[in-house]
Nanobody, 121 residues
Framework: VQLQASGGGLVQTGDSLRLSCAIS????????LGWFRQAPGKKREFVAL????????LYADSVKGRFTISRDKADNTVYLQMNSLKSEDAAIYYC???????????????WGQGTQVTVSS
C-alpha cells in the first residue's frame, strides 16, 4: 500500500483548502487513515483520523469544528477539508494508515510523502 498526499498550497488566514490522500493498493475495512502535521521545529502532531469501514472520526481539539476528514471508497481517497485556516495550521501535512483509532503516530505503519500548507496573514 502506498499513500500520495496532495492539495497543499499557499493560502491566507481564513481561507479553505482541501487535502487529498490517494491510496494505492487494497484498503481493508479495519484500516484507519489519519492526517498528521509537522511545523518547523515542532513534533509531528495528530490532526484527524477516520476508520475506513465504519467512517468513525476523531479530531484534535485544535482543529475540531474547522477541519473535516472524509473518504471516497470508490476512489480509495481520504480528504481533509480545512476551513477557517489560521497561521498556526501551517505545516507539512502527512496522511498515514494504521490499524487502530489512535492519535499516536507510532500506531501508523504507512506514510505518504507530505504536502506543504502555508498560511499567510
Amino acid at each position: 500500500v502506498q499513500l500520495q498526499a496532495s492539495g497543499g498550497g499557499l493560502v491566507q488566514t481564513g481561507d479553505s483548502l482541501r487535502l487529498s490522500c490517494a491510496i494505492s493498493g487494497r484498503t481493508f475495512s479495519s484500516s484507519v487513515l489519519g492526517w498528521f502535521r509537522q511545523a518547523p521545529g515542532k513534533k509531528r502532531e495528530f490532526v484527524a483520523l477516520l476508520s475506513w469501514g465504519a467512517g468513525h472520526t476523531l479530531y484534535a481539539d485544535s482543529v475540531k469544528g474547522r477541519f473535516t476528514i472524509s473518504r471516497d471508497k470508490a476512489d480509495n481517497t481520504v480528504y481533509l477539508q480545512m476551513n477557517s485556516l489560521k497561521s498556526e495550521d501551517a505545516a507539512i501535512y502527512y496522511c498515514a494508515k494504521g490499524r487502530y483509532r489512535s492519535s499516536s503516530s507510532d500506531d501508523y505503519d504507512t506514510w505518504g510523502q507530505g504536502t506543504q500548507v502555508t498560511v499567510s496573514s
